[in-house]
C-alpha cells in the first residue's frame, strides 16, 4: 500500500467526484481511478460507488476516512512547512460548545496556531452554530447533535460518557437503595444544574437510565459545563457531566457518582462542513488535525 493511495482515496471522499479529486491532485482521471482500484484490492473492499454525477462512499470507506484524514493532512502540513508552498492565511471560524473547544480542540491544534494558523472561536448550542455554518457565518462546527441539512457534511468525531454526579454531601444524603427502586423521584429534593434550559444533557440520562423524560425545572442553568462542573462541586446541586471533564474531580473525590449503570449513556460528536469545502487546505487541515488528536480523548 502506498501513502500516495491514502491520499487519493481522502481527495475522492472529499470533493465526491473521480474527476475532481484528478484535478486537485494534479492528475489524470485513470491515474485517480487506478490508485483507488489498487487500495480497494489491498483492502479487499470496495470504496466508492461509481455515479453518473461523482462517487459516492461506501460504509468501509466512511470508517477509513475517520482513522486516515487526520494523519494524511498532517503529513501534508509538515510538506507545506518545510517546503514553502503557499497556504491561505485567512482565519477558520470554528463554533462548539465552550467546555470541549477549551478543554480539548485549543490544546489538540496549538501546534498548528504556533506555525501560523488563524482561529476564530464562537460558543453555542448545536442547533444555532448549525445555523450559522449553513449562513456561511462558520467554517467549522463541533456538534453534539448529527445534522441532517442539505449542503452540510458530518464526520463522526469522538464519544463523550455521561455521569450523574454530586457532591460527597450530597450523596451522602441520598439513598441509593431508593434511587434503585424509585427512579428520578429519589433525585426530586436536590436541584438541577443544566447546560441549558431545556436540560439537553440531563434529558438524555433520564431517558437512557430511567425511561423517562425530566421534569424537574433546573436551579442553575449555565452554558458552560466547567461551571456546572463547579456548581456540583460545591453542593449546590447535582447534574450530568461528560466524563472527560471530571475525571480528575471523580478520581480525588471531590465530586462522587450518584448512579453507576451498566450501560453508561454516551452521546457523539460530530465535525460538521458544508460540502465540498474540505477541499480548502487550511480547513482540511484543520478539520485532520482534530480527527487525528479526537482518538486519544478520554
Known amino acids: 500500500m502506498q501513502l500516495g493511495w491514502l491520499n487519493t482515496f481522502v481527495t475522492v471522499y472529499r470533493v465526491g467526484s473521480f474527476t475532481k479529486a484528478a484535478q486537485k491532485l494534479g492528475l489524470s ?5 487506478q490508485q483507488i482500484k489498487n487500495l480497494e484490492k489491498n483492502l479487499g473492499k ?7 454525477q461523482g462517487a459516492a462512499p461506501t460504509a468501509a470507506a466512511e470508517s477509513l476516512v475517520r482513522e486516515i484524514q487526520g494523519p494524511v493532512d498532517a503529513l501534508g502540513a509538515v510538506v507545506d ?9 485567512r482565519p477558520v471560524f470554528l463554533g462548539g460548545p465552550a467546555d470541549l473547544v477549551s478543554t480539548r480542540v485549543l490544546p489538540a491544534v496549538s501546534d498548528l496556531i504556533r506555525n501560523g494558523f488563524q482561529l476564530r472561536i464562537s460558543f453555542g448550542l448545536a442547533d444555532e452554530l448549525l445555523d450559522a455554518l449553513v449562513a456561511g457565518h462558520l467554517d467549522l462546527v463541533l456538534s453534539t447533535i448529527r445534522p441532517r441539512l442539505r449542503g452540510i457534511t458530518a464526520t463522526a468525531l469522538v464519544d463523550e460518557e455521561f455521569v450523574l454526579l454530586g457532591s460527597p454531601e450530597l450523596g451522602e444524603q441520598l439513598s441509593r437503595e431508593r434511587l434503585a427502586e424509585t427512579g428520578p423521584a429519589a433525585l426530586e429534593e436536590f436541584p438541577i444544574v443544566a447546560y441549558a434550559e431545556s436540560l439537553p444533557i440531563i434529558r438524555r440520562y433520564w431517558i437512557s437510565v430511567f425511561g423517562v423524560r425530566p421534569t424537574a425545572v433546573p436551579a442553575v442553568v449555565v452554558p458552560d459545563l466547567r461551571g456546572a462542573l463547579s456548581a456540583v462541586k460545591s453542593s449546590a446541586g447535582i447534574s450530568v457531566l461528560p ?7 471523580l478520581a480525588s ?14 452521546n457523539t460528536f460530530y465535525l460538521a462542513v458544508r460540502d465540498g469545502t474540505l477541499a480548502q487546505p487550511h480547513l482540511a487541515l484543520l478539520h485532520g488535525q482534530l480527527l487525528m488528536k479526537a482518538q486519544v480523548w478520554v
Open 46 to 52: 470496495p470504496l466508492f460507488e461509481r455515479l453518473p
Open 243 to 249: 466524563t472527560y471533564l471530571c475525571a480528575d474531580e
Open 81 to 89: 512547512r518545510h517546503f514553502g508552498r503557499p497556504t491561505e492565511k
Open 29 to 33: 482521471q485513470p491515474a485517480v481511478t
Open 253 to 266: 473525590g471531590e465530586v462522587v457518582p450518584l448512579l453507576e449503570p451498566e450501560v453508561p449513556p454516551i
